[in-house]
């Protein structure tokens, strides 16, 4: 079964220091993967997705992603965090599986970034 | 362009009520979603639809039914609310003919207690 796993429930950083947010998949065939950004009280935004081509995908908001195969991983990365970043982050997987309907989310890491 | 928009925004209910949740979207997209989201748990997919008329289960559906009869409006109901239908809801839509086709776009929220 495809599955995601983010293995953080919150993470801390300091305003202007780089962020990681990990993520770890688990799907068969070629992965199609999602980062989005939940901010308090709003639905879901989507941020960047691997689909095929460059290991690294850049994104919105100054927000990149590496995708490494061999460790099943999507950590989400951002050079200097911003107080604006904190926010709800969600690792996601389409589910090719069902015919590419279905995305299955990991259950959201939450990111405090102090001033 | 209001996007994806979802009424109510709150709603409080009895146990055995029933309710409906109507999501609009402006894009006209194909497929469309409905998700609750109770912490520690991400989203969990309770219907979909990838076209008027047709709908489908996903991963929680039982307690609840939709509908698709516009292309534009997706429906969730309730028929007997219970206490464990306590939750946030999403409504989200996406299009194969899209540039970003993954990409799913979501409203607002509904957060749905039931007493």
């Known amino acids: 079964a495809q599955s995601v796993a983010q293995p953080e429930d919150q993470v801390n950083v300091a305003e202007g220091n780089p962020l990681t947010v990990k993520c770890t998949y688990s799907?068969?065939?070629?992965?199609?993967l999602f980062w989005y950004v939940q901010y308090p009280n709003r639905g879901l935004q989507f941020l960047l997705k691997?689909?095929?081509?460059?290991?690294l995908v850049k994104g919105s908001y100054g927000f990149e992603a590496e995708f490494n195969k061999s460790q099943t991983s999507f950590h989400l990365k951002k050079p200097s965090a911003l107080v604006s970043d904190s926010a709800l982050y969600f690792c996601?997987?389409?589910?090719?599986?069902?015919?590419?309907?279905?995305?299955?989310f990991g259950a959201g890491t939450r990111l405090f970034v102090k001033a | 362009n209001a996007g994806v928009t979802q009424t109510p925004k709150f709603r409080v209910l009895k146990t055995g009520q029933s309710m409906t949740l109507l999501c609009a979207q402006d894009?006209?997209?194909?497929?469309m979603y409905w998700y609750r989201q109770d912490p520690g748990m991400g989203l969990r997919l309770i219907h979909y639809?990838?076209?008027?008329?047709?709908?489908a289960k996903g991963e929680v559906p039982d307690g609840y039914n939709v509908s698709r009869l516009k292309k534009q409006n997706f429906l969730l109901g309730l028929e007997s609310a219970a206490p464990s239908q306590t939750s946030v809801y999403f409504c989200?839509?996406?299009?194969?003919?899209?540039?970003?086709?993954?990409?799913?776009?979501f409203g607002p929220g509904t957060r749905l207690t039931v007493l």
């Open positions: 996601a997987v389409r589910d090719m599986n069902t015919g590419g309907f279905k995305t299955i």
């Open positions: 894009m006209n997209h194909e497929y």
């Open positions: 989200a839509s996406s299009s194969p003919g899209h540039p970003l086709a993954d990409t799913q776009y």
């Open positions: 691997y689909i095929t081509g460059d290991n």
């Open positions: 799907v068969s065939g070629n992965p199609y």
């Open positions: 639809s990838v076209g008027e008329g047709t709908t």
